[in-house]
C-alpha cells in the first residue's frame, strides 16, 4: 500500500539533499514523495525538480509563499496514498521508519500512530542516515500501547509535551487529513490540527520509545523564530478552541489542565512581549489571564500563584514580576 510523504520546502537548499536521500533510501519502497516548493528564492526549487528526474515516485508542486498549512495543503491535494506522513525539509527519516510504521498500522487498525522524535545538532557524513536497528524495533513494539479513550488522549497532550501535539510525528490515514487539512496563516499550526484530530479520534497507538524522526535543530527555523504578537494571538485562540472541544465532551478535569497552562503560557509570552514594550499585547494578556482565574479552577506553579494571587487583588501581577526580574537583571 502506498505512503504519501508530505515534504514542506522553504529556503533550505543547504538542507533539502540529506532529508530527500533519507526518504529515497527507505527499505519500503511504495512511496509518494511529494515536495512543496513554497515560493523559494534560493535554489531550493531547482533541486526539486533535479531529483524528481531521477525517481518516478517524486512530484514536485511550485506554488507562491504561503507557509507551512497551505504547502501542506497543496500536497494533501495531489496526495493518493493510505497513509501519510509530514516532513520539514531540514528534518530526515531514519531508514526503516517506514516499512516499521506500515507493519504496526496494519496491525493496530488505529486511527494513528503517534511516534517520537530525536532532535540532532546537523548530519552525518554519507548519502544513507542510519538505520533503525533491528535489535532494537522488537524493544519498540513491546513499549507500545493502544489508547481508545479519548479523555486519556487529550491527557497525553499534555504527559508526552511537544511531541504529541506535531504533526511530523504521527502515522495517519490520508482520507481523515484531507478532510481536516491545516489551518492557514497562524503560527502554532500542528497544535491547532491536533486538537481537532483527536476530537474526531476513537483509537491511538503510542510508540514512545520509537525515534524515527530526527529533528534538526538550526538556527533560523520556526521554532527559533522571535516574538511576535501574531505568536500569542494564534496561541491563545488555539486554547481557547481547545477549552471548548473539551467543555463540550464534560471533560471538567482536562478543561481546568488547560486553562492552567494556558496560564503558564501567558505569563511566558509576557515576559517577551515587555522586551519589545508592546503596550497591547500586555493588556491582552492582562485581560486573558484575568478571565482564567475568574471562570477556572487553575493549579499553578508556586511563581504563577504569587501572580494569580496579585491578579486577584487587582494589582497586575505580572507586571510586578517581570518588574522585580529585570530589577534583578535576569
Known amino acids: 500500500m502506498t505512503v504519501s510523504i508530505i515534504v514542506s520546502i522553504y529556503n533550505i537548499v543547504d538542507y533539502l539533499s540529506y532529508c530527500l536521500n533519507s526518504l529515497i533510501y527507505q527499505d519500503y519502497q511504495d512511496l509518494e514523495i511529494i515536495l512543496v516548493d513554497d515560493g523559494s528564492k534560493d535554489g531550493s526549487s531547482q533541486l526539486c525538480d533535479e531529483v524528481a528526474k531521477s525517481d518516478s515516485r517524486i512530484k514536485v508542486v511550485h506554488k507562491p509563499n504561503g507557509g507551512l498549512s497551505s504547502a501542506r495543503n497543496a500536497g494533501l491535494d495531489i496526495a493518493t496514498g493510505k497513509y501519510v506522513l509530514f516532513i520539514d525539509g531540514d528534518d530526515y527519516l531514519t531508514t526503516g521508519a517506514v516499512s516499521t510504521l506500515v507493519a504496526i498500522a496494519e496491525v493496530q487498525k488505529v486511527d494513528f500512530i503517534q511516534f517520537g522524535y530525536e532532535e540532532v545538532f546537523g548530519y552525518t557524513d554519507g548519502k544513507e542516515v542510519s538505520q533503525v536497528d533491528s535489535d532494537r524495533i522488537q524493544d519498540f513494539l513491546e513499549a507500545m500501547y493502544v489508547v481508545k479513550d479519548r479523555r486519556e488522549m487529550y491527557k497525553q497532550l499534555y504527559t508526552l509535551g511537544g511531541v504529541a501535539a506535531s504533526a511530523c510525528t504521527k502515522f495517519m490515514?490520508?482520507?481523515?487529513?484531507?478532510?481536516?487539512?491545516?489551518?492557514?496563516?497562524?503560527?502554532?499550526?500542528?497544535?491547532?490540527?491536533?486538537?481537532?484530530?483527536?476530537?474526531?479520534?476513537?483509537?491511538?497507538?503510542?510508540?514512545?520509545?520509537?525515534?524515527?524522526?530526527?529533528?534538526?535543530?538550526?538556527?533560523?527555523?520556526?521554532?527559533?523564530?522571535?516574538?511576535?504578537?501574531?505568536?500569542?494571538?494564534?496561541?491563545?485562540?488555539?486554547?481557547?478552541?481547545?477549552?471548548?472541544?473539551?467543555?463540550?465532551?464534560?471533560?471538567?478535569?482536562?478543561?481546568?489542565?488547560?486553562?492552567?497552562?494556558?496560564?503558564?503560557?501567558?505569563?511566558?509570552?509576557?515576559?517577551?512581549?515587555?522586551?519589545?514594550?508592546?503596550?497591547?499585547?500586555c493588556a491582552f494578556i492582562h485581560k486573558k489571564a484575568k478571565y482564567l482565574l475568574s471562570s477556572f479552577d487553575l493549579q499553578l506553579s508556586v511563581i504563577n500563584r504569587i501572580i494569580a494571587w496579585l491578579y486577584n487583588w487587582g494589582i497586575p501581577g505580572a507586571d510586578i514580576y517581570y518588574g522585580l526580574r529585570k530589577l534583578l537583571g535576569k
Do not use: W
Not at 491545516?182 to 497507538?205: M, P, V, W, Y
Not at 486554547?239 to 503560557?265: C, H, P, Q, W
Open 173 to 281: 490515514h490520508l482520507e481523515t487529513v484531507k478532510k481536516l487539512r491545516f489551518k492557514e496563516g497562524i503560527l502554532h499550526e500542528d497544535e491547532e490540527f491536533t486538537t481537532r484530530l483527536l476530537a474526531q479520534t476513537n483509537s491511538i497507538c503510542y510508540i514512545n520509545m520509537f525515534l524515527p524522526y530526527k529533528y534538526v535543530m538550526r538556527e533560523g527555523s520556526i521554532i527559533h523564530a522571535a516574538f511576535k504578537a501574531k505568536k500569542l494571538y494564534d496561541i491563545s485562540a488555539i486554547y481557547d478552541e481547545r477549552i471548548e472541544i473539551l467543555k463540550k465532551a464534560e471533560y471538567m478535569d482536562l478543561v481546568n489542565m488547560t486553562a492552567s497552562r494556558y496560564f503558564g503560557v501567558l505569563m511566558l509570552l509576557y515576559g517577551e512581549a515587555m522586551k519589545f514594550a508592546d503596550k497591547e499585547v
